[in-house]
């Protein structure tokens, strides 16, 4: 059975914040981290795994993702952050 997972980034170096979902959390931090040559990631590197949770569907992982990147869900990450 497929997992997937979302995921908040956190770049301590740049203070910055990535969220996102995958079906593989450790190839996708790889990627992040070294094999993109584009795109919002490259720019803060590097990043760490503050945070993942994992879900049965594409579907459940989406919408959790959307929650996230919401304004409450930007400050539930920032306060793991900070504690």
Known sequence: MQTYYTYALYS???DKIYIGFTSDLE???LYHNQFATKGF???F???LVIFSEIFSNKEDA???EKQL???NGRLFIRNLIST
């Open 12 to 14: 301590k170096v740049h």
């Open 27 to 29: 190839g996708r931090l």
């Open 41 to 43: 990631t490259i720019k």
């Open 45 to 47: 590197r590097p990043w």
């Open 62 to 64: 989406m919408k959790r």
């Open 69 to 71: 990147k919401s304004a």
